[in-house]
Every structure is written in structure tokens, then in C-alpha cells.
Nanobody, 128 residues
């Protein structure tokens, strides 16, 4: 059974940093896209960043230059390093997984409907 477990959320002041982790079980990273999404109060679930081992990475414009996605294959974990946090980054952050074979060739998935498996979410709150 595929499982995703997020950790690392919390409360931080504006300008601070947090690192989120998404541990993925029973999933082949060689064919995987692991994405981070967030849902702020009253907002939709939006893609933040996606990691793939074969196609590279994706970042939403709102986080480019501030967030960095990385992976540790040995730990089956994808990280999201979040620096220079802003109050508008406040949201519940979710990680999702999908198999690249199900995606249009050469595309890095980053929309909600493209992902099949989800974690439970972790709250990130940035105070001003």
C-alpha cells in the first residue's frame, strides 16, 4: 500500500525557514513524481513544487528562489526547504505522488488532478 507521511510544519516568523519532509512507502522513485501542494484559508489546493528523478523539478512562480525541493533516495523522502517565508505562505502543505508513466511524456506534473496518492498534510503558519 502506497503511503505518504508529511512532517516538519510549524509556526515561524516572517523571514524564517522550515523544512518539510514527505516519506513515501511502497513507491518506485525511478518512475515517480513527488509534489508539494498547499491550501491556504479559503483557497484552492495549489501546486508548489514537484520533484522527478528523470525530468527535473518544477516550482510555482510564487516560491521560485525561496523554496528548494530535494530527495534522499535511501530514505525514500522528498524535502521542501522553505526560506524567506512570508505570511502568504501560511497553508496546510500536502505531498502527493504519481507515476510518470501516467503523465504526458516529458511533462512535470504539478496539478492536483495529476496525482494519485496523498499524505495527511502538515500545517505551516507564518506570522508577520
Amino acid at each position: 500500500e502506497v503511503q505518504l507521511v508529511e512532517s516538519g510544519g510549524g509556526l515561524v516568523q516572517a523571514g524564517g525557514s522550515l523544512r518539510l519532509a514527505c516519506k513515501v512507502s511502497e513507491f518506485d522513485f525511478a518512475d515517480a513524481a513527488i509534489g508539494w501542494f498547499r491550501q491556504g484559508p479559503g483557497k484552492d489546493l495549489d501546486g508548489v513544487s514537484t520533484f522527478t528523478s528523470s525530468l527535473g523539478t518544477y516550482y510555482a512562480d510564487s516560491v521560485k528562489g525561496r523554496f528548494t525541493i530535494s530527495n534522499d533516495n535511501a530514505k525514500s523522502t522528498v524535502y521542501l526547504q522553505m526560506d524567506s517565508l512570508k505570511p502568504e505562505d501560511t497553508a496546510v502543505y500536502y505531498c502527493g505522488a504519481t507515476r510518470l508513466r501516467t503523465i504526458v511524456a516529458g511533462r512535470i506534473p504539478h496539478f492536483r488532478y495529476e496525482f494519485d496518492y496523498w499524505g495527511q498534510g502538515t500545517q505551516v503558519t507564518v506570522s508577520s
